[in-house]
Each structure stands twice: as structure tokens, then as C-alpha cells.
């Protein structure tokens, strides 16, 4: 069936899509959108010798997340596709910048606002396939800067560098 511009309009059935996908008119279910998360800013302290710091828990949650889309893409196929925000920070990190430690709140696991705005740039992209660059809105706190950083970011890693968000075309 031809892939529709909007990731989120149900699919044409019949597919091969297993038992339970199928809706009573007879479209397949949604496309699965899997939201990956990213490292904590300095490892994991539990687990230390798993997660000694940024970088090996990110490659290693970014890993998990690509599985589980690989999984569900084998037949029977669902499709599915990655907002890769681990990516986006890896991003930051690799610009060496001090901004990597402003995308995290004080207890280095959850975003601050900073981090929560660039998520959301990549999962916008995500969902409709557009890049957010000039998106008009910022929430109060995110500087004209953040906004245009987060949007190159975003789409550094969402549609450039590692191809995650296998969507569509639009």
C-alpha cells in the first residue's frame, strides 16, 4: 500500500500485520513511534560497571531501542520508526559544549527545560517529518539561540546523521 504524508493516518489493509492490528473497517493499525531516551549525563552510579558514563549508556539505550524497532518490523511487519532524543544529546555532547549540562536537570537523569524543548523538536520531527527549524513557538525560557541550536540538533540527528526516523515520505 502507498505510504501516506501523515506517519499517524491509518494504513489500507489488508497487510500482514499480526492478529489484532487491523481495525473493524479493515485499516491497519498506526505506525509505532518509539520515543528513545538517552544516557544520563554521568552514567548510572547502580550500575557502574554497566553504565560508566554518558556515552556507554546512550549507545547502549540508542542499541536497545533500534532491537526493538527491528523487531517490530519483521513479519509479521509493523511499522515503526525511532524520535531518537538520545541521539540529540549526543549531539550536544559531542560539541563538547557546556550547554550538554544544561539539558539536564540537578539530578543529571531528567531534562530541564533546555532538554525537554529539544526533545520535543525531535519528536515533532518525528511524527510529521518536517524539521522544526523556524517553528515560531519556544516556551518562556528557551533564547532565540536555544531554539535555532535545538532545531540544527534535532536534525543533525533525526534526519542526517543516523537515519533513526524511517517515516514516511512526505
Known sequence: APRSADPLRALPGPSCCPPGTHRPD???ARPQLLYSTWGRRDGDSAFPER???FETMNRLTTEGYELYRDVLDAPPQLEAAIAPAGAAFAEVHGDHLPSF???YDPDGSHPSLQGSYMVSCVVYSALTGWYSAGMPFAPPGIAEGEREYCARIHGLSCLCRL????????
Open 163 to 170: 537515519s533513526l526516523c524511517r517515516l514516511p515520505p512526505g
Open 51 to 53: 553504565y560508566p558514563d
Open 26 to 28: 479493515g485499516t491497519r
Open 101 to 103: 549540562r544544561s539539558l
